[in-house]
């Protein structure tokens, strides 16, 4: 094989592979560093980075890659620059990038040599995917899983017909919708102690188990009692709900009353957890939406939120696809978290009302906190006892990953399924 076109061979696989990095980050590494590997091994001497890029200063711009190191790029007048959109395959519709085109917050694969200490490449190559069409490809995907999907905790799976029956809640009305999944099915599985969609994994239907959280998109028939799925997103979650029993900042902790175990639960908070406050004017909003009869006192020791609650329902109040449920002004919680004054443990005290989303520790039986949100005591009020459960999924509409622009989003996540 000729050099030239070898090297366009080698170009393609890794453009194939920044594509599934920006559109689906998780099926990225595996392929990536495999295919590093074997470079490597064989002595090969190019390297490649892949990144965002944080700032340009004539011909040499710094990336800060999907591991957290800052890498200085130069580009020579040789280099190669192309532009790829979200959803391309290969090169073949790849356009020349001008440097001057080149901006911050463009995803980029760069490929060339490393300098000794390496912090440094001198590009042979760079392939961009610009931001801006990163964040409106998600947006449109944003729009198709909302339209095309559906959420809920996992009832029952069956092998033989390659089946799953989720439990979710449309509006105001509890729902069992039977999944469908097809050879070409796309299943992914959110990573241990994540909830980030660029963490998935790729997974098989073996793996789903009853309990989990689900999200699933495809085709509805036509009373939105079974979907074929074109893509499936699941994994094990827990969340919790009550009143703060006690904080140690110095183990990092927060002890709280689980108002469905009814037994106190000690939750990590790491500096990957996110934590908010919900003024009370939001929360007052939030919890009219929810449309509880009245009669369900705050301290009611018989309210219950679930244990595991899924990714994906749609909030409560959303007019269903099928033209049933409430016309009620949807709630979007996740969004709504994206943009609350964040807080830290310090601000938690005994007796503060939190939701919790949490995934398991390192430790077996541990639960590390991913979103933890106070101020949530009318919004627990507010739901009608024996359905809290998917109420709290439904303000969960997807663990953050249809927030309102961050990082994740702009990287590639789905629209509720989980940025």
Do not use: C
Not at 25 to 45: K, W
Not at 57 to 67: F, M, R
Not at 186 to 210: C, E, H, M, T
Not at 341 to 347: K, Q, R, Y
Request: no cysteine; aromatic share 4%; charged share 15%.
């Amino acid at each position: 094989m000729k050099p030239a076109m070898k090297w366009r061979k080698k170009a393609a696989v890794w453009t194939i592979a920044m594509v599934g990095m920006a559109l689906a980050p998780a099926n990225f590494p595996a392929r990536a560093m495999g295919y590093a590997e074997a470079q490597t091994a064989a002595g090969n001497s190019v390297v490649r980075s892949i990144g965002t890029v944080q700032t340009v200063s004539g011909n040499t711009i710094k990336i800060k890659t999907d591991s957290g190191s800052e890498i200085l790029i130069l580009l020579e007048s040789s280099t190669r620059m192309l532009r790829v959109e979200p959803g391309q395959k290969t090169l073949s519709d790849a356009k020349p990038l001008a440097l001057a085109d080149l901006q911050v917050g463009d995803r980029v694969l760069v490929i060339g040599n490393a300098a000794e200490n390496g912090k440094a490449i001198s590009a042979s190559t760079l392939i961009a995917m610009k931001h801006s069409a990163i964040v409106q490809s998600h947006q449109q995907q944003r729009i198709e899983w909302q339209k095309n999907g559906v959420g809920g905790i996992v009832k029952s799976i069956d092998p033989a017909t390659s089946t799953i029956t989720v439990q979710t809640r449309i509006g105001q009305v509890n729902k069992s919708v039977t999944v469908h999944m097809l050879l070409n099915t796309v299943v992914l599985r959110y990573a241990p102690g994540s909830i980030r969609f660029s963490d998935a994994k790729p997974a098989k239907l073996a793996q789903i188990q009853p309990g989990d959280q689900l999200r699933a998109r495809g085709t509805f028939n036509s009373d939105h009692s079974q979907l074929t799925a074109a893509d499936v997103v699941f994994g094990s979650f827990r969340n919790i709900a009550g009143r703060v029993m006690a904080v140690d900042p110095s183990e990092d902790t927060v002890t709280v009353m689980d108002l469905l175990t009814k037994s106190p639960v000690v939750v990590k908070v790491t500096p990957q957890s996110e934590q908010r406050h919900l003024p009370a004017q939001e929360a007052q909003m939030i919890a009219a939406s929810v449309k509880a009869p009245a009669g369900l006192a705050h301290n009611a020791p018989g309210a219950q939120v679930p244990a595991q609650a899924p990714p994906g329902a749609k909030p409560p109040g959303v007019e269903s696809a099928s033209g049933h449920g409430s016309t009620a002004k949807p709630v979007n919680f996740d969004q709504i978290f994206d943009r609350l004054p964040a807080v830290t443990l310090a601000a938690l005290h005994k007796g503060s009302v939190v939701m919790i989303v949490s995934a398991e520790g390192p430790a077996p039986g541990a639960l590390t906190a991913i979103k933890l949100v106070s101020g949530v005591a009318p919004i627990l009020t507010a739901s009608p006892a024996g359905n809290q459960a998917l109420m709290l999924q439904s303000l969960w509409s997807g663990f953050g990953s249809t927030g309102g622009g961050g990082e994740e989003s702009a990287e590639g996540t789905p629209a509720t399924p989980s940025h």
